[in-house]
């Protein structure tokens, strides 16, 4: 992945992608200081680019650390990184991360870097094989309580549970796996959010220890438009048996069918996929508004 042709934005300079690099001993590193986020362009426009800014600053906040840009100049720069790499569908990923002066737990003064590299990264499915869903294995591990982890912050140390649990997942030939929560309830998939339908009604965990993702409430309000009710609630372990319906949403992931979770069977049918068009209607770039005067 390091060794590809074109530029990643490196603390305000292009750099070229082979170039990009920090040194062995970064705070980031060892004491996982550090905050990303995940965006997807669609025909040459960020979807949501703002509001990913925004989480990513604030993500740095909740670390205790400040990311040395404004929403303006992080909206500018991933726009900039897109068009540099001349692509119009992308995924887009800001990072910011504690530097290398002080190695310690204590890293007060070190300074705050920013990088962005966007690549190619197309929807794997079409929508008819996309369908037929994926299978999710059941963690062993736990989205941990607030107290315990900044859940709110999109910070590369709660990863550590999410990839040891994917890999997991993975070697038993399950596309993904779903974690329940410090209490025992439905909480996430590994890199994104999860609901359910039951009876014409959609339900999905309260995000009280997890990400509140940006596609989540995309797909909340696309719901709402169709008059479809969500139900934000506590979902216990003993309910999966009762839905009919299961998708996963997130950028990366988008709006994902679920065939099975563990032992639970699950059809994709006409809520998941008129949420996935819905979706993917969505994320297309908007025509410029024609001037009205
Ligand atoms: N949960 C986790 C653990 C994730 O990594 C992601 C992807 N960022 C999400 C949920 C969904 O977030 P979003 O819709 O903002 O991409």
Excluded at 42 to 60: P, T
């Amino acid at each position: 992945f390091d060794s590809r042709d074109g530029v990643i934005w490196f603390d305000g300079q292009f750099v070229d992608w082979k170039d990009a690099k920090v040194h062995v001993l970064t705070h980031g590193l060892h004491y996982a200081s550090a905050v990303f986020e995940g965006e997807r362009a669609y025909g040459g426009a960020i979807f949501k680019s703002r509001q990913h800014a925004e989480r990513l600053i604030e993500s740095g906040r909740i670390l205790g650390f400040k990311v040395p840009y404004s929403v303006d100049e992080i909206v500018a720069a991933k726009d900039e990184t897109l068009a540099r790499m001349g692509f119009e569908n992308a995924y887009v990923r800001p990072i910011a991360w504690r530097g290398s002066e002080m190695m310690g737990v204590s890293a007060q003064n070190n300074t705050i870097h920013l990088a962005i590299a966007v690549w190619e990264w197309p929807s794997y499915f079409k929508p008819e094989e996309r369908l037929k869903g994926i299978r999710l294995d059941i963690a062993e591990y736990r989205r941990p309580d607030p107290k315990t982890a900044p859940s709110r912050s999109k910070a590369a140390g709660l990863y550590m549970i999410c990839t040891i649990s994917k890999h997991a997942a993975e070697a038993k030939g399950y596309a993904d796996a779903m974690m329940y929560d410090y209490r025992g309830y439905v909480a996430e998939a590994t890199g994104a959010n999860i609901f359910f339908v039951k009876d014409g009604k959609v339900h999905t965990p309260t995000p009280d220890c997890f990400l509140n993702g940006i596609t989540r409430q995309t797909v909340i309000e696309l719901a709402g438009r169709r008059g479809i009710e969500v139900v934000e609630r506590h979902i216990m372990p003993e309910e999966l048996g009762g839905f009919t319906e299961c998708f996963i949403c997130g950028t990366a992931a988008e709006v994902t069918p679920v065939s099975e979770i563990g032992p639970h069977v699950f059809k994709p049918a006409t809520i998941t996929e008129t949420l996935m068009n819905d979706y993917m209607a969505e994320v297309q770039p908007k025509p410029a508004a024609v001037a009205a005067e």
